[in-house]
């Protein structure tokens, strides 16, 4: 079945930056496009970025433009989020989204991300 393994999260100072890993399984990677999505407390969930399956084509939410940059590796099936400039209003559960159309949608179980001093 589809699997969505993120790892990178963690506590970071403001200003300071991570590196998002998404490890993708269960379908052929290279057909779809991914995203990054996350969730502050109290927030509704919202898209951060996604690329397409080719990684050519590249959208950013607003707030995190010329900051975060997402990139893949269809050979490793992984996606990644580059987040640097990070401020305390990044802070959230950071999740892994595919839309395979008729054959559905998947999320990670999410990591988290804390920008603290």
């Known amino acids: 079945q589809v699997q969505l393994v993120e790892s990178g999260g963690g506590l970071v100072q403001p200003g300071g930056s991570l590196r998002l890993s998404c490890a993708a399984s269960g379908f052929t990677f290279s057909n779809y496009a991914m995203s990054w999505y996350r969730q502050a407390p109290g927030k509704e969930r919202e898209l951060v970025a996604s690329?397409?399956?080719?990684?050519?084509?590249?959208n950013y939410a607003d707030s995190v433009k010329g900051r975060f940059t997402i990139s893949r590796d269809n050979v490793k099936n992984q996606v990644y989020l580059q987040m640097n400039s990070l401020k305390p209003e990044d802070t959230a559960v950071y999740y892994c989204?595919?839309?395979?159309?008729?054959?559905?949608?998947?999320w990670g179980q999410g990591t988290q991300v804390t920008v603290s001093s």
């Open positions: 989204f595919v839309h395979r159309g008729y054959l559905g949608r998947s």
């Open positions: 690329i397409g399956s080719t990684g050519s084509s590249t």
